[in-house]
């Protein structure tokens, strides 16, 4: 049974739980039978370092304690990079999603592990999506897990969106996700052998 762990990695006020509930959503339309989502460090207190965790699974989860190493980082401040990208954790072959200007090559990493990029505070500012002036980052994001893990469709994504915004809202924000997933750079991790690569459906 394949089960794929997501942390987000963000700050308070950037939609961080919000963006790991979308994609479960997203995930159990898409087919996956076990889904969980879960903030994993305390309240979600504006500006101060936040994670939150989603679980895809083919079956059932059972597993509800914290991701200690993900297959999966998502981050949605680029001066959260160190802190998600530490020793353990992100598992051997796994992948990591950064807004940030810089590209992939740049991130670098330690060869273990698979980088994508994509500007998406920018794309954010340019789909008019704010929040008392700060860019709205998670959903942009979505659109680039979407194109560089391959897990879930954006048709699916953007159904998991009106399951939890108003219509209206959503299909405003999905402009930016497309965007966002047409702009992901992605660099595939050269060490990763063929037989773990994610197909297009997200499963082996």
């Known amino acids: 049974m394949a089960m794929y ?28 039978r076990g889904v969980t989502s879960a903030p994993t460090f305390g309240p979600e207190r504006r500006g101060a370092p936040l994670t939150a965790s989603t679980r895809i699974s083919d079956g059932p989860v059972r597993t509800f304690s914290q991701i200690a190493s993900a297959d ?27 807004n940030t200007t810089l590209t992939p090559e740049q991130i670098g990493g330690d060869g273990s592990f698979s980088v994508a990029t994509v500007d998406a505070a920018g794309i954010a500012r340019e789909h008019h999506l704010s929040m008392s002036g700060v860019p709205v980052v998670n959903t942009p ?40 997933f047409e702009r992901t750079l992605y660099v595939k991790n050269k060490k990763q052998p063929e037989t773990q690569e994610m197909s297009e459906d997200g499963k082996h």
Do not use: C
């Not at 990208?85 to 990591?96: A, C, H, S």
């Not at 897990?145 to 809202?169: F, H, Q, T, Y």
């Open 5 to 32: 762990e997501i942390i987000w990695h963000g700050r308070g006020g950037q939609g961080v739980v919000l963006a790991a509930q979308i994609l479960a959503e997203a995930a159990y339309i898409q087919g996956f």
């Open 72 to 98: 999966i980082a998502v981050i949605l401040d680029e001066s959260l990079l160190e802190t998600a990208t530490g020793t353990g954790r992100i598992k051997k072959n796994g992948l990591v999603i950064v």
């Open 141 to 180: 994001l979505l659109g680039a897990l979407s194109m560089a893990s391959g897990l879930v469709s954006l048709e699916n994504i953007e159904k998991g969106i009106r399951k939890k915004m108003p219509r209206s809202k959503a299909a405003f924000n999905f402009q930016a996700i497309r965007t966002a």
